[in-house]
T-cell receptor, first 119, second 109 residues
C-alpha cells in the first residue's frame, strides 16, 4: 500500500500571501489530521477531518482552515501568512471510526510533510 | 489542562539500553502512542498502550501506568540508526493526538 503523500514538499511564500497544502491518505483511510511542527512548539494539532466533516479542531486562528473531499484527500489553507507560520506541516491518516475511537485501528500514519518558509 | 513531559535529550552508547520516560496529565485519556522521528523526516509509529503493562516489539518495549499517568519507552541493543527524536503522545476518545516535545536520543559509538 502506498503511504501518505503530501504536496508540495517545499514552499516559499511571503507575508500576506496565502497557501494551500494537499494530503492524500493511505487507501481506505477516512480520517486525515493536520499538524504544525516548529522547533519551539513541537507538534501541534490543527484539525481532523472524517468523511468530509471537521471532527476535531486545535487552538489555531481562523486563518488556518481545511477541507476533505469525497475521496478522503484533504487540503489545508493558510491565509494572510505571517513569519511565525514557517513550519513543517504534517498530515496523518487513519482508518477513523465513526464514533468512539478504537486506537488499535486508528493509529495515525504520517506523510513526509510540507516545509513552508514565510519570508 | 493538557500536559505531557519527557526529557529533552538522552545520550547512550551503541549496544546499551535507554529508557525514555513520559508523564502526562490529559483529559479524556484513551491511550498512549510512541513515535520515532529522524531529523527532516515524518514521525513513524512505534507502539501503542491502552492498558497498564508492558508491550514488547523486538528491541523496543513500551510501558503504561494509567493510575500514575506514566509511560516509558525502552530501547534495547541500541544501534546508531536509533539516533532520533522520540515522541510521546496521548489520544482521547476521538483519536486526537496530543504530543510531548520529544526526547532527542543520541547514540554514540
Amino acid at each position: 500500500k502506498a503511504g501518505v503523500t503530501q504536496t508540495p514538499r517545499y514552499l516559499i511564500k511571503t507575508r500576506g500571501q496565502q497557501v494551500t497544502l494537499s494530503c492524500s491518505p493511505i487507501s481506505g483511510h477516512r480520517s486525515v489530521s493536520w499538524y504544525q511542527q516548529t522547533p519551539g512548539q513541537g507538534l501541534q494539532f490543527l484539525f481532523e477531518y472524517f468523511s468530509e466533516t471537521q471532527r476535531n479542531k486545535g487552538n489555531f486562528p481562523g486563518r488556518f482552515s481545511g477541507r476533505q473531499f469525497s475521496n478522503s484527500r484533504s487540503e489545508m489553507n493558510v491565509s494572510t501568512l505571517e513569519l511565525g507560520d514557517s513550519a513543517l506541516y504534517l498530515c496523518a491518516s487513519s482508518l477513523g471510526g465513526g464514533g468512539q475511537h478504537v486506537p488499535h485501528t486508528d493509529t495515525q500514519y504520517f506523510g513526509p510533510g510540507t516545509r513552508l518558509t514565510v519570508l | 489542562g493538557q500536559n505531557i513531559d519527557q526529557p529533552t535529550e538522552m545520550t547512550a552508547t551503541e549496544g546499551a539500553i535507554v529508557q525514555i520516560n513520559c508523564t502526562y496529565q490529559t483529559s479524556g485519556f484513551n491511550g498512549l502512542f510512541w513515535y520515532q522521528q529522524h531529523a527532516g523526516e515524518a514521525p513513524t509509529f512505534l507502539s501503542y498502550n491502552v492498558l497498564d503493562g508492558l508491550e514488547e516489539k523486538g528491541r523496543f518495549s513500551s510501558f503504561l501506568s494509567r493510575s500514575k499517568g506514566y509511560s516509558y519507552l525502552l530501547l534495547k541493543e541500541l544501534q546508531m540508526k536509533d539516533s532520533a527524536s522520540y515522541l510521546c503522545a496521548t489520544t482521547d476518545s476521538w483519536g486526537k493526538l496530543q504530543f510531548g516535545a520529544g526526547t532527542q536520543v543520541v547514540v554514540t559509538p
